[in-house]
């Protein structure tokens, strides 16, 4: 059941597109404000936002950028009363998949909504030395048999993959996975490296995360020559 998280201020309205959304099978969660929604992307990432641009305490642009100069490849569709072909433009140009005009047919939404489900799904799925990582589905599957993951381990290879080829440091992997901006949890890094290596690495199959002496970790296939 695809997860959808809504961040709009009007509280009619985002009783009514939870209400028809969930009717049409999404498991929907809804945000007020960008505080809260940033709080509902940080502990349970969906795999779609609905986006006002309007919001009490700042801009839907502004949480739009910060999710997408964190990596945050969520699918978003930003709907808005702002109408102008340069704020369509603005929205496009800050990281939205897609921007619908207030007021609009909930029939369109929901085809829209389906349709950035589709092109991500897709998109999401990644194939590295037969590990599979389907991002939409939070499913992963190596030498053919599923692995049961936590969604801690889930995001952490998540993000390894995202960056494969690239030594990410633990403080980066702190920052963007754990959330935390103090850089003190190093320490729960390596122990969680430790486990999901456990999960993922296969008989007959290569390793795939390595440790970076001095950096941190990476995970690379047998076409990296680094």
């Known amino acids: 059941m695809p997860r959808v998280l809504i961040i709009e201020d009007e509280p009619k309205l985002r009783r009514s597109l939870q209400r028809g959304l969930q009717e049409a099978g999404f498991h929907v969660a809804t945000a007020g404000s960008t505080a809260e929604g940033s709080r509902h992307l940080g502990d349970e990432p ?28 969520t699918p978003v569709l930003v709907v808005t009363a702002r109408d102008a072909v340069t704020d369509r433009v603005l929205g496009l140009d800050s990281g939205a998949d897609d921007y619908l005009v207030k007021p609009f047919a909930f029939n369109e939404l929901l085809a829209r909504m ?17 590990l599979e990582l389907d991002l939409l589905a939070r499913r992963v599957v190596r030498g053919g048999k599923e692995i049961e993951l936590t969604n801690r381990q889930f995001d952490l290879l998540a993000y390894l993959v995202r ?64």
Not at 49 to 62: E, K, R
Not at 190 to 217: A, C, K, M
């Open 46 to 73: 969906p795999d779609a936002v609905i986006l006002d641009l309007m919001l009490p305490d700042g801009s839907g642009l502004d949480l739009l950028r910060s999710l997408r100069h964190d990596g945050c490849a």
């Open 114 to 130: 389906r349709a950035l489900l589709r092109r991500t799904s897709e998109s999401n799925r990644i194939d590295v030395e037969g």
């Open 163 to 226: 960056h494969a080829g690239q030594a990410v440091s633990r403080e980066m992997l702190v920052r963007d996975v754990w959330r935390d901006e103090t850089g003190v949890l190093t320490n729960v890094v390596d122990v969680s490296i430790n486990h999901l290596r456990r999960r993922v690495e296969r008989d007959g199959l290569p390793p795939l995360i390595h440790t970076i002496r001095g950096v941190g970790y990476m995970l690379k296939d047998h076409t990296w020559s680094g």
